[in-house]
């Protein structure tokens, strides 16, 4: 299995761009999530989806949209990018029980 | 906002020594975990302890949970250098798995 898969590992957008982040499971997880690692703290969470068709917001979902049409892809889009969305963003699953969630290897993204 | 708060945000310590990171937080919950990542790296979870246990192992960690006071402990013990990261709590409430994060912190262990 190759668990959670991010791309790309690396992103520089200007500012007023848009982008789809890509996560991946193998693992037949229902639940995904994306966070954002900023220096400094810990993980923020964006949004989330409990199974296929469903998502909702984390702590700070303005900016970002989400859709999972599969239960094995979440992607993440920037709508218009700026300054602020300057981070590491991660992706993870778990599965029903335990919740310990499997994170991806991040994606860096800078915006100019 | 942070439910967890890690203390100390930094520890330095010898290879062989123990090393000790607190994690207090805010609402009642269902578990908490810990979460080590690597520098550059995705998180990597270590343990979870449910809001009914007070304490659990797991090879050199060990994990105490005292919901009176809203803190958890993370013991490494015999540290070695690899175990060198950052290291989060993270808390669950109700039958929710959304995860709330610590700020972590630090350990450093010297060779």
Known sequence: ?112 | SQQGEEDPQALSIQEGENATMNCSYKTSINNLQWYRQNSGRGLVHLILIRSNEREKHSGRLRVTLDTSKKSSSLLITASRAADTASYFCATSEGSARQLTFGSGTQLTVLP
């Open chain 1, 1 to 112: 299995n190759a668990g959670v898969t991010q791309t790309p590992k690396f992103q520089v957008l200007k500012t007023g761009q848009s982008m789809t982040l890509q996560c991946a499971q193998d693992m037949n997880h229902e639940y995904m999530s994306w966070y954002r690692q900023d220096p400094g703290m810990g993980l923020r969470l964006i949004h989330y989806s409990v199974g296929a068709g469903i998502t909702d917001q984390g702590e700070v979902p303005n900016g970002y949209n989400v859709s999972r049409s599969t239960t094995e892809d979440f992607p993440l889009r920037l709508l218009s990018a700026a300054p602020s969305q300057t981070s590491v963003y991660f992706c993870a699953s778990s599965g029903l029980s335990p919740h310990e969630q499997y994170f991806g290897p991040g994606t860096r993204l800078t915006v100019t």
